[in-house]
């Protein structure tokens, strides 16, 4: 994947980076398990695929239910306010997934759209997307859904769930570099579209490049590079499969869960509503968050996430993506978080290879 990145770049109009799209295209319905046409990588982070779905699919004035349980719900909270939508804030706890019946229940008065968080990084929770469908029906209402994080980590059929619009990032479970926002929607989704506030996110405009039949027309100059990295990291997910990579990644999840515990960290995520990419851990009592996450990063070479939130300073987040959910990547940190600790790893690494086998 790095390799494609470095190949020499290929014009934005050039008709063989034109079937580099296509093959994007077709390999991203294939991962988002959808039928969608509309299925290209917006050229920005995570972020601006939540950007163009609320420039171009909400409305000012929509009554938007957006579910908040984490950093990303109050994110798109706040994107949605912005664009003038009437936000009804649906919430859980931090750490907690939004009950089903505290979200079908806010479905009973008449909305445009409902928006959840898959997979909240900034707490390691899942949210079912259970009966969300069906709540958005009765109303005509749109499900939409941020599975930045969640795509190809986490179990999730865009179609089969029944989900209108949604977007990730190239940096997460897909294991690209940062950059690119794969973005999906349907029909009903963009029937909606009508004057986007940004011109650079502007839906019809991107889509006269990645859509036209012949005659692709220049918007912004494509990060061909970028895109051709993203056709090779999708081709290995592809490669895997989806459910292998997924049963993997909830494997690496449980073993090194089952390791930490060993070292005093329990997981914030009750049982059941765990987020296979991303395990966040309470700390042990005594032990420095800055200092211990300093020295796995200078001296191990390892980087892990601090707490957000009301976990800040409280917990680790650690990712189990992609390359990362690998049993030879968690013993390298098993180890190091031991050696920090100044403990014997042998408990833990047990563990870890019970999970593993
Ligand atoms: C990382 C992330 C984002 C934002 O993506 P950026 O690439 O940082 O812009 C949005 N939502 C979730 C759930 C994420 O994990």
């Known amino acids: 994947m790095l390799d494609a990145l470095a190949l020499p770049p290929l014009g934005h109009l050039d008709p063989a980076f034109g079937e580099v799209m296509e093959e994007v295209a077709e390999l991203l319905r294939a991962t988002f398990r959808t039928a969608n046409r509309t299925a290209f990588p917006v050229s920005a982070t995570g972020s601006g695929g939540m950007q163009t779905m609320v420039d171009n699919l909400v409305r000012p004035g929509d009554r938007v239910l957006c579910g908040v349980h984490g950093l990303f719900g109050e994110r798109m909270a706040d994107a ?39 997979g909240e990084t900034s707490t390691g929770v899942a949210q079912p997307l259970d009966a969300l469908a069906e709540a958005c029906a009765q109303h005509g209402a749109l499900l939409f859904v941020d599975c930045v994080t969640s795509l190809a980590g986490h179990p999730l059929d865009l179609d089969s769930a029944g989900v209108d619009a949604a977007f990730s990032g190239s940096q997460k479970c897909l294991n690209c570099p940062p950059g690119l926002a794969p973005f999906t929607a349907n029909d009903r989704a963009l029937e909606r579209m009508q004057g986007s506030p940004s011109w650079y996110f502007d839906l019809p405009l991107i889509l006269h490049y990645w859509q036209a039949d012949g005659a692709r027309a220049y918007h912004h100059t494509a990060p061909t590079n970028m895109v051709v990295a993203l056709r090779e990291a999708l081709a290995i997910v592809q490669e895997e499969g989806l459910d292998a990579r997924w049963a993997r990644h909830a494997k690496a999840h449980e073993a090194l869960r089952s390791a930490l515990r060993q070292l005093g960290f329990e997981r914030i995520a009750p049982e059941g509503e765990e987020l296979y990419p991303l395990l966040a851990v309470r700390l042990p009592d005594g032990v420095d968050d800055v200092t211990v996450r300093g020295a796995l990063l200078a001296e191990h070479g390892i980087e892990v996430a601090g707490g957000q939130g009301p976990f800040a300073g409280q917990a680790w987040r650690i990712g189990v993506m992609g390359e990362g959910a690998r049993a030879p990547v968690q013993e390298r940190l098993v180890r190091a978080i031991a050696r920090e600790l100044n403990t014997d790893a042998t408990v833990a690494l047990d563990a870890l290879h019970d999970g593993w086998s």
């Open 80 to 118: 949605l306010a912005r664009r003038g939508a009437d936000v009804v804030r649906i919430e859980a706890e931090w750490g907690r997934a939004i009950p089903t019946e505290r979200l079908v229940e806010a479905a009973r008065e008449p909305f445009a759209v409902l928006f959840v968080v898959h």
